[in-house]
């Protein structure tokens, strides 16, 4: 199983980011999918989710409005497209499969908006 996440950088306020999570050695299209965030010294905290078949997804108050998260479960991927990043946006980010009792998780990728 594996989960690998990509898309994070630098980037200056204001800009955008498109997170790419790519799935394996699980039948992605059963399982919800999430973005988590993690900030230094803070803890882990949800950004957004979007069920197995899409549907409506739902998102944390701080990023409604400026993050989207997509699947395309015949590329066994998940998106998280960034915009009008914050400098609180700065945070290494997560995503994370789920299925009844089944979790998976990826290593992260890094996201710093900085001037």
């Known amino acids: 199983v594996q989960l690998v996440e990509s898309g994070g950088g630098l980037v200056q306020p204001g800009g955008s980011l498109r997170l790419s999570c790519a799935a394996s050695g699980f039948t992605f299209s059963k399982y919800t999918m999430f973005w988590y965030r993690q900030a230094p010294e803070k803890e882990r905290e949800f950004v957004a989710v979007i069920g197995s078949a899409g549907g409506v997804p739902q998102y944390a108050a701080l990023v409604k409005g400026r993050f989207a998260i997509s699947r395309d479960n015949a590329k066994n991927t998940v998106y998280l497209q960034m915009h009008s990043l914050e400098v609180e946006d700065t945070a290494m980010y997560y995503c994370?499969?789920?299925?009844?009792?089944?979790?998976?998780w990826g290593q992260g990728t890094q996201v710093t908006v900085s001037s």
């Open positions: 994370n499969a789920k299925y009844g009792s089944w979790s998976y």
